[in-house]
Protein backbone atom coordinates (compact mmCIF):
# COMPACT_ATOMS: atom_id res chain seq x y z
CA UNK A 1 0.00 0.00 0.00
CA UNK A 2 2.78 2.34 1.10
CA UNK A 3 4.52 1.53 -2.44
CA UNK A 4 1.76 1.88 -4.47
CA UNK A 5 1.10 5.21 -2.79
CA UNK A 6 4.76 6.60 -3.05
CA UNK A 7 4.19 5.73 -7.12
CA UNK A 8 0.87 7.40 -7.51
CA UNK A 9 1.02 10.88 -6.27
CA UNK A 10 -2.76 11.87 -7.52
CA UNK A 11 -4.10 9.03 -5.32
CA UNK A 12 -1.78 9.95 -2.15
CA UNK A 13 -2.55 13.38 -2.35
CA UNK A 14 -6.53 12.16 -2.47
CA UNK A 15 -5.74 9.82 0.06
CA UNK A 16 -4.01 12.63 2.61
CA UNK A 17 -6.41 15.27 1.54
CA UNK A 18 -9.45 12.96 2.46
CA UNK A 19 -7.30 12.25 6.06
CA UNK A 20 -6.75 16.02 6.73
CA UNK A 21 -10.75 16.21 6.17
CA UNK A 22 -11.18 14.68 9.22
CA UNK A 23 -7.69 15.87 11.32
CA UNK A 24 -9.42 19.16 10.30
CA UNK A 25 -12.87 18.36 12.10
CA UNK A 26 -11.12 17.03 14.87
CA UNK A 27 -8.87 20.67 14.64
CA UNK A 28 -12.09 22.70 15.00
CA UNK A 29 -12.77 20.79 18.49
CA UNK A 30 -8.77 21.32 19.79
CA UNK A 31 -9.91 24.97 18.59
CA UNK A 32 -12.99 25.54 20.21
CA UNK A 33 -12.03 23.11 23.64
CA UNK A 34 -8.30 23.74 24.12
CA UNK A 35 -8.65 27.17 25.24
CA UNK A 36 -11.49 26.56 27.49
CA UNK A 37 -9.50 23.84 29.69
CA UNK A 38 -6.56 25.79 29.69
CA UNK A 39 -8.76 28.17 31.32
CA UNK A 40 -9.73 25.94 34.26
CA UNK A 41 -6.92 24.21 34.95
CA UNK A 42 -5.67 27.97 35.53
CA UNK A 43 -9.00 28.68 37.92
CA UNK A 44 -8.44 25.45 39.31
CA UNK A 45 -4.80 26.45 40.69
CA UNK A 46 -5.77 30.08 41.81
CA UNK A 47 -8.09 28.80 44.00
CA UNK A 48 -5.72 26.39 45.35
CA UNK A 49 -2.64 29.10 46.10
CA UNK A 50 -5.84 30.74 47.55
CA UNK A 51 -6.34 27.69 49.99
CA UNK A 52 -9.74 27.64 48.70
CA UNK A 53 -11.26 24.34 47.07
CA UNK A 54 -11.82 23.88 43.29
CA UNK A 55 -15.29 24.23 42.27
CA UNK A 56 -16.24 20.56 41.07
CA UNK A 57 -17.49 20.39 37.37
CA UNK A 58 -18.59 18.17 34.66
CA UNK A 59 -15.80 16.22 32.65
CA UNK A 60 -14.33 18.63 29.82
CA UNK A 61 -11.81 17.62 27.33
CA UNK A 62 -11.30 17.19 23.59
CA UNK A 63 -13.16 13.67 23.53
CA UNK A 64 -15.75 14.67 26.60
CA UNK A 65 -18.93 15.72 26.51
CA UNK A 66 -19.84 14.64 23.07
CA UNK A 67 -20.26 17.52 20.29
CA UNK A 68 -23.78 19.59 20.72
CA UNK A 69 -25.55 22.89 19.69
CA UNK A 70 -24.81 25.76 21.76
CA UNK A 71 -27.82 27.13 21.36
CA UNK A 72 -30.32 24.12 22.16
CA UNK A 73 -28.24 21.64 23.24
CA UNK A 74 -28.97 19.29 20.19
CA UNK A 75 -25.98 16.20 20.22
CA UNK A 76 -24.48 16.26 16.87
CA UNK A 77 -25.08 12.65 15.32
CA UNK A 78 -22.19 11.30 13.36
CA UNK A 79 -23.57 11.92 9.94
CA UNK A 80 -24.13 15.64 10.81
CA UNK A 81 -20.32 15.68 11.33
CA UNK A 82 -18.74 14.90 8.32
CA UNK A 83 -16.62 17.05 7.26
CA UNK A 84 -17.77 20.02 4.85
CA UNK A 85 -20.24 17.87 3.08
CA UNK A 86 -22.79 18.41 7.03
CA UNK A 87 -22.34 21.83 6.68
CA UNK A 88 -23.72 22.09 3.17
CA UNK A 89 -26.33 19.50 3.80
CA UNK A 90 -27.77 21.38 6.79
CA UNK A 91 -27.31 24.73 4.86
CA UNK A 92 -25.17 25.81 7.52
CA UNK A 93 -28.04 25.57 10.59
CA UNK A 94 -28.31 22.99 13.78
CA UNK A 95 -30.91 20.45 12.73
CA UNK A 96 -32.62 20.82 16.09
CA UNK A 97 -33.31 25.07 16.53
CA UNK A 98 -32.15 26.41 13.56
CA UNK A 99 -29.21 27.78 14.74
CA UNK A 100 -27.03 29.00 11.99
CA UNK A 101 -23.38 26.98 12.34
CA UNK A 102 -20.33 29.69 11.72
CA UNK A 103 -18.55 29.17 8.02
CA UNK A 104 -15.49 28.68 9.98
CA UNK A 105 -15.97 25.19 11.04
CA UNK A 106 -15.71 23.91 6.99
CA UNK A 107 -13.57 26.22 5.83
CA UNK A 108 -10.88 25.21 8.75
CA UNK A 109 -11.46 21.72 7.38
CA UNK A 110 -11.34 22.69 3.99
CA UNK A 111 -8.08 24.22 4.19
CA UNK A 112 -6.47 21.49 6.20
CA UNK A 113 -7.36 18.94 3.41
CA UNK A 114 -6.41 21.15 0.20
CA UNK A 115 -3.23 22.16 1.99
CA UNK A 116 -2.18 19.18 3.08
CA UNK A 117 -3.36 17.21 -0.23
CA UNK A 118 -1.50 19.83 -2.30
CA UNK A 119 1.76 19.45 -0.15
CA UNK A 120 1.60 15.50 -1.11
CA UNK A 121 1.22 16.28 -4.87
CA UNK A 122 4.21 19.00 -4.51
CA UNK A 123 6.54 16.99 -2.17
CA UNK A 124 5.25 13.19 -2.40
CA UNK A 125 4.44 10.88 -0.23
CA UNK A 126 7.84 10.68 2.11
CA UNK A 127 8.99 11.30 5.22
CA UNK A 128 9.42 15.63 4.20
CA UNK A 129 5.57 15.45 2.89
CA UNK A 130 4.55 14.32 5.72
CA UNK A 131 6.69 16.03 8.28
CA UNK A 132 5.03 19.34 6.40
CA UNK A 133 1.55 17.84 6.55
CA UNK A 134 1.68 17.64 10.71
CA UNK A 135 3.45 21.17 10.61
CA UNK A 136 0.68 22.36 8.48
CA UNK A 137 -1.77 21.28 10.99
CA UNK A 138 -0.44 22.54 13.75
CA UNK A 139 -0.02 25.65 11.76
CA UNK A 140 -3.35 26.52 11.29
CA UNK A 141 -4.86 25.11 14.42
CA UNK A 142 -2.27 27.39 16.45
CA UNK A 143 -3.87 30.49 14.07
CA UNK A 144 -7.46 29.84 14.64
CA UNK A 145 -6.57 29.86 18.81
CA UNK A 146 -4.67 32.89 18.80
CA UNK A 147 -7.33 34.69 16.49
CA UNK A 148 -9.69 34.03 18.81
CA UNK A 149 -7.77 33.66 22.26
CA UNK A 150 -4.77 35.66 21.51
CA UNK A 151 -3.28 32.32 23.18
CA UNK A 152 -0.71 29.98 21.86
CA UNK A 153 -0.53 26.74 24.27
CA UNK A 154 2.34 25.82 25.25
CA UNK A 155 1.00 21.75 24.47
CA UNK A 156 0.96 22.93 21.02
CA UNK A 157 4.28 24.89 20.39
CA UNK A 158 6.39 22.96 22.34
CA UNK A 159 5.48 19.57 20.91
CA UNK A 160 6.03 21.24 17.40
CA UNK A 161 9.88 22.70 18.26
CA UNK A 162 10.76 19.25 19.55
CA UNK A 163 9.56 17.07 16.30
CA UNK A 164 11.31 19.74 14.26
CA UNK A 165 14.83 19.28 15.87
CA UNK A 166 14.35 15.63 15.99
CA UNK A 167 13.26 15.63 12.21
CA UNK A 168 16.29 17.97 11.52
CA UNK A 169 18.43 14.76 13.01
CA UNK A 170 18.36 13.41 9.72
CA UNK A 171 18.60 16.42 8.26
CA UNK A 172 14.56 16.48 6.43
CA UNK A 173 14.70 19.85 5.84
CA UNK A 174 18.37 21.53 7.21
CA UNK A 175 21.17 19.95 9.31
CA UNK A 176 20.85 19.82 12.89
CA UNK A 177 23.17 22.37 14.19
CA UNK A 178 21.11 24.73 11.99
CA UNK A 179 18.19 23.53 13.43
CA UNK A 180 19.12 24.20 16.86
CA UNK A 181 20.52 27.41 16.33
CA UNK A 182 17.37 28.19 14.35
CA UNK A 183 15.56 27.60 17.52
CA UNK A 184 17.79 29.65 19.89
CA UNK A 185 17.67 32.08 17.79
CA UNK A 186 14.47 32.24 16.86
CA UNK A 187 13.31 32.69 20.50
CA UNK A 188 16.21 34.87 21.37
CA UNK A 189 15.27 37.67 18.65
CA UNK A 190 11.18 37.98 20.46
CA UNK A 191 12.38 38.00 23.34
CA UNK A 192 14.61 40.51 22.91
CA UNK A 193 12.00 42.42 20.29
CA UNK A 194 9.71 42.00 24.00
CA UNK A 195 12.07 43.53 26.35
CA UNK A 196 13.22 46.06 24.24
CA UNK A 197 9.80 47.09 23.50
CA UNK A 198 8.72 46.97 27.15
CA UNK A 199 11.39 49.14 28.72
CA UNK A 200 10.71 51.87 25.90
CA UNK A 201 6.48 51.66 26.56
CA UNK A 202 6.40 50.32 29.73
CA UNK A 203 3.91 47.90 27.75
CA UNK A 204 3.52 44.50 26.40
CA UNK A 205 4.02 43.90 22.88
CA UNK A 206 3.57 40.44 22.24
CA UNK A 207 3.37 36.92 24.08
CA UNK A 208 6.13 34.20 25.29
CA UNK A 209 3.78 32.42 22.90
CA UNK A 210 5.40 34.43 20.18
CA UNK A 211 8.61 33.10 21.02
CA UNK A 212 8.02 29.63 21.61
CA UNK A 213 6.41 29.80 17.70
CA UNK A 214 9.33 31.17 16.06
CA UNK A 215 12.07 29.00 17.99
CA UNK A 216 9.73 25.65 16.36
CA UNK A 217 9.48 27.32 13.06
CA UNK A 218 13.52 28.40 13.42
CA UNK A 219 13.93 24.61 14.54
CA UNK A 220 11.96 23.15 11.47
CA UNK A 221 13.39 25.36 8.59
CA UNK A 222 16.77 26.76 10.67
CA UNK A 223 18.47 30.03 11.41
CA UNK A 224 18.98 31.24 8.18
CA UNK A 225 14.77 31.83 6.93
CA UNK A 226 14.92 33.83 10.32
CA UNK A 227 15.10 36.57 9.15
CA UNK A 228 12.53 36.26 6.05
CA UNK A 229 10.08 34.77 8.08
CA UNK A 230 10.21 38.34 10.79
CA UNK A 231 10.01 40.28 7.64
CA UNK A 232 7.56 38.39 6.04
CA UNK A 233 5.20 38.14 9.21
CA UNK A 234 5.70 42.20 10.41
CA UNK A 235 4.85 43.59 6.30
CA UNK A 236 1.90 40.86 6.26
CA UNK A 237 0.74 41.97 9.88
CA UNK A 238 1.09 45.83 9.14
CA UNK A 239 -0.68 45.66 5.88
CA UNK A 240 -3.72 43.96 7.87
CA UNK A 241 -3.88 46.11 10.48
CA UNK A 242 -4.09 49.40 8.10
CA UNK A 243 -6.72 47.57 6.50
CA UNK A 244 -9.06 46.50 9.18
CA UNK A 245 -8.55 50.19 10.70
CA UNK A 246 -9.20 51.86 7.65
CA UNK A 247 -12.55 49.46 7.20
CA UNK A 248 -13.51 49.73 11.09
CA UNK A 249 -13.15 46.12 11.67
CA UNK A 250 -10.43 47.16 14.70
CA UNK A 251 -9.55 49.80 17.00
CA UNK A 252 -6.24 50.75 17.01
CA UNK A 253 -5.75 50.87 20.74
CA UNK A 254 -6.28 46.93 20.52
CA UNK A 255 -3.52 44.46 19.96
CA UNK A 256 -3.72 42.11 17.27
CA UNK A 257 -2.31 38.44 17.97
CA UNK A 258 1.42 38.45 15.63
CA UNK A 259 1.13 34.73 15.94
CA UNK A 260 -1.15 33.87 12.77
CA UNK A 261 1.53 35.73 10.99
CA UNK A 262 4.55 33.97 12.00
CA UNK A 263 2.34 30.68 11.29
CA UNK A 264 2.07 32.13 7.39
CA UNK A 265 5.46 33.06 7.06
CA UNK A 266 7.02 30.45 8.91
CA UNK A 267 4.89 27.77 6.34
CA UNK A 268 5.59 30.15 3.34
CA UNK A 269 9.71 30.15 4.72
CA UNK A 270 9.97 26.49 5.62
CA UNK A 271 8.61 25.50 1.84
CA UNK A 272 10.14 28.48 -0.21
CA UNK A 273 12.49 30.04 2.07
CA UNK A 274 15.35 28.91 0.00
CA UNK A 275 14.62 30.04 -3.23
CA UNK A 276 12.93 33.21 -2.37
CA UNK A 277 16.06 34.31 -0.18
CA UNK A 278 18.30 33.16 -3.43
CA UNK A 279 15.96 35.24 -5.97
CA UNK A 280 16.03 38.13 -3.38
CA UNK A 281 20.23 38.08 -3.02
CA UNK A 282 20.46 37.61 -7.05
CA UNK A 283 18.74 40.81 -7.28
CA UNK A 284 21.51 42.95 -6.30
Not at 73 to 78: L, T
Not at 122 to 135: D, P
Not at 220 to 233: D, N, R
Request: with cysteine; net charge neutral; hydrophobic share 55%.
Amino acid sequence: MLAMLQNEPLLAALSVGALSLLIGSFMNVVILRLPVMMQREWDAMLKMEAGEQPESRDRFNLMTPRSRCGQCGHQIRWYENIPVLSWLALRGRCSGCGTGIGIRYPLVELLTGVASAWIIWEVGFNLQGGALVLLTWALITLTFIDIDHHLLPDSITLPLLWLGLLINTQAVFVPLDSAVLGAAAGYLLLWSVYWGFKLLTGKEGMGYGDFKLLAAIGAWGGIKILPLVVLLSSVVGVLLAVLLIAFRRHQAQNPLPFGPYLAIAGWIAILWGEPIISAYLGSF
